[in-house]
């Protein structure tokens, strides 16, 4: 019989919050962590706004040496992993650390050191560049640092999908489980791209929005005045285990991680499938894997960018899914907030997602204040939504034409 895998801790740090219960409040209250840029000198850059944590201090939980060698994408993933474990009530001495997993995945990983480091070459020579340059840089080393911190022996590794990073590792490390290879794992996303030249990347591809006059209200999903998403930087992480190993540590259950779908479009490196076809087929695959039907979804924490296209197809998308069911399916963007966290925004969803079950409340879209008629569903404008919500969808897009989809639920023996 296959293991079931719940969810017992969640670590969070985005722009609305260092922590899961600053995150969740201010989410709730429908407050925006979007502002202007403070971490570099954006004159001259179209877009000057971004979802940025300047009160993060990494030296809060961890050592001085030890986080001087750790890019930002990395510190940003031992903290929010040390809080979920916290929140988990897990004691690393009483676990065997061979069972203990890190699926730990960012789109874009140590571009900040390497940016910074590739100034320095080019200023100074090649003989003054950090000699911690690349294990800063690498993808996997978020996890890597991780592992190490916390002493984890088990499968450890980056799984990396663009903006649908995050919800890839946490279905991965769901099938980890099942196949029993791991009893417990850590697993999310990271980001930290919030400079100079990944901002400029996404201005050339015309990703981003230019609403610099307005930070707080230039993420809008699903408005007819939407013209870009938001950049945003943080972690989301969730301690997943069987159920058999939470039970006999007495842990508390926040939720069942029932169902994961994965799918490609095969169709462009930035757009979305005519349609939504692959994104409903990975939401398809979700509810057959949770053995639901799409009317017993509570909430849906959608993808949500806010850009012209990704809004209107994801729409689009959800009704292939659901059917006649989505015209009484709750929708919200939490982007309209954090901003978009590219492989990282998946780990930060789940954990949104867990939350809702766990807190009985729906956080909002903000922003939305002319409705796209092209986009028609119920997409929690503007207000909290408080009420018994027992399953749960979270779903990530991302370029090079990847979807993912996993559904939570309320937990029952």
């Not at 070459?121 to 592992?147: C, W, Y």
């Not at 979700?286 to 960018?305: L, M, S």
């Not at 850009?307 to 982007?335: C, H, Q, W, Y």
Request: hydrophobic share 40%.
């Amino acid at each position: 019989m296959t293991e079931r895998v719940v969810v017992t801790g969640v670590g969070l740090i985005t722009p609305v919050g260092v922590d899961s219960a600053t995150t969740w409040k201010n989410l709730v209250d429908g407050k925006s962590g979007i502002d202007q840029i403070q971490s570099f000198d954006s004159e001259g850059f179209e877009s000057r706004i971004a979802g940025e944590i300047p009160e993060f201090d990494p030296l809060e939980r961890l050592e001085r040496k030890a986080s001087r060698r750790l890019d930002r994408f990395a510190q940003f993933a031992c903290v929010a992993s040390l809080e979920a474990l916290d929140h988990a009530g897990i004691d690393m001495e009483k676990e065997d650390a061979t069972r203990v997993a890190v699926l730990i995945g960012s789109g874009v990983g140590g571009i900040q050191t390497l940016s910074e480091q590739f100034d320095v070459m080019r200023e100074k020579g090649p003989t003054r560049v950090n000699p911690f340059l690349i294990p800063m840089m690498l993808t996997d080393l978020a996890g890597g640092q991780v592992s190490m911190l916390i002493g984890a022996k088990g499968p450890n590794f980056a799984t990396v999908s663009a903006c649908a990073t995050g919800a890839d590792s946490i279905g991965e490390a769901k099938a980890m489980i099942e196949r029993g290879d791991a009893d417990v794992a850590i697993a999310g996303g990271t980001e930290a791209g919030v400079c100079e030249i990944a901002v400029a990347g996404f201005n050339a591809c015309m990703a981003l929005s230019k609403n610099n006059d307005d930070p707080q209200g230039a993420s809008r999903p699903f408005d007819a005045e939407r013209d870009g998403f938001v950049l945003g930087e943080g972690a989301g992480v969730l301690v997943l285990e069987s159920v058999e190993h939470a039970q006999a540590r007495g842990a508390e259950v926040l939720a069942e991680l029932a169902g994961y779908g994965a799918t490609s479009d095969a169709h462009h490196v930035t757009q979305p499938g005519p349609g939504g076809e692959g994104a409903a087929r990975a939401m398809q695959l979700a509810f057959k894997q949770a053995a639901i039907a799409p009317d017993e979804v509570d909430y849906i924490n959608a993808h949500g960018t806010s850009t012209p296209l990704n809004d209107k197809t994801e729409t689009e998308a959800m009704k292939r899914a659901f059917g006649d069911a989505i015209n009484n399916v709750p929708v919200s963007s939490t982007k309209s907030m954090t901003g978009h966290l590219l492989g990282a925004a998946g780990g930060v969803e789940a954990a949104i997602s867990v939350m809702a079950i766990a807190k009985s409340a729906i956080p909002p879209t903000i922003n939305l204040q002319n409705p796209d008629p092209d986009c028609d569903l119920d997409y929690t404008p503007n207000m909290v939504r408080r009420g018994v919500v027992r399953t749960t969808m979270s779903n990530s897009l991302g370029f090079g034409g990847h979807n993912a989809s996993l559904i939570f639920k309320s937990y029952e023996d």
